[in-house]
């Protein structure tokens, strides 16, 4: 089946320093979704990418799809504190129908 | 802004005891989904759930597991007959399109414990 795969698993930085986390499906997709979940939450939608080599920003946040729909990266500027907890990116599919597969996440934690 | 509500937030059950994990979706919202995640571990997709039946089901909703619309808002999610590897955390979400188009709302989860 589908599988969707993210690094690195963990990362520790800085206050101030840039992050990034990749994620690679082992099948084309149609859409990628990532979404952030603070520690002792619940997933929350971040934001969707369709298009091929789609480049997308929130503010300090830039979120790419690959050429090949099969890859997408999320790039965080200038960390803070808030950014805390882990980063999900989403793999939809049409031949999956409705089902979104998720990567394992990244945790992502920031020193002041 | 809307949310996705469920309970309880926790649940504790006895293994080989039925449990019900209930939901109410977003009201203009069609599709319906059941996650699990496992304490630290990735989110997995158990079923999603569209005009009144499974659109799709993953290999882990198994015959133990049942979904429900009762009463056109509640989304409830029925584990007939526990085991302790059903101990995770159940995220039920919604969404206006298939397939997540435009994404998912989660809910804030059951923690379900079996002991």
């Known amino acids: 089946g589908q599988q969707v795969m993210q690094i690195p698993q963990y990362q520790h930085v800085q206050e101030g320093e840039d992050f990034t986390t990749y994620c690679n499906s082992s099948t084309t997709l149609s859409n990628i979704q990532w979404y952030k979940q603070r520690p002792g939450g619940h997933p929350v939608f971040l934001i969707q990418l369709v298009k091929s080599g789609e480049v997308k920003k929130q503010k300090r946040l830039t979120f790419q799809f690959g050429e090949a729909k099969k890859n997408s990266s999320l790039h965080i500027t200038a960390t803070q504190t808030t950014d805390v907890g882990t980063y999900f990116c989403?793999?939809?599919?049409?031949?999956?129908?409705?089902?979104?597969?998720f990567g394992g996440g990244t945790r992502l934690m920031v020193k002041p | 802004e809307p949310e996705v509500t469920q309970t309880p937030s926790h649940q504790v059950t006895q293994m080989g005891q039925e449990v019900i994990l209930r939901c109410v979706p977003i009201?203009?919202?069609?599709?319906f989904y059941w996650y699990r995640q496992i304490l630290g571990q990735k989110v997995e997709f158990l079923v999603s759930?569209?005009?009144?039946?499974?659109?799709?089901k993953s290999e882990i909703f198994d015959d133990q597991f049942s979904v429900e619309r009762p009463d056109g808002s509640n989304f409830t999610l029925k584990i007939r007959s526990t085991k302790l590897e059903d101990s995770a955390m159940y995220f039920c979400?919604?969404?206006?399109?298939?397939?997540?188009?435009?994404?998912?709302?989660f809910g804030s989860g059951t923690r379900l414990t079996v002991v």
């Open positions: 759930f569209y005009n009144n039946e499974i659109s799709e």
């Open positions: 989403a793999g939809g599919t049409n031949n999956a129908g409705n089902m979104l597969t």
């Open positions: 009201s203009n919202h069609l599709y």
């Open positions: 979400a919604s969404s206006e399109r298939a397939g997540g188009l435009y994404g998912y709302t």
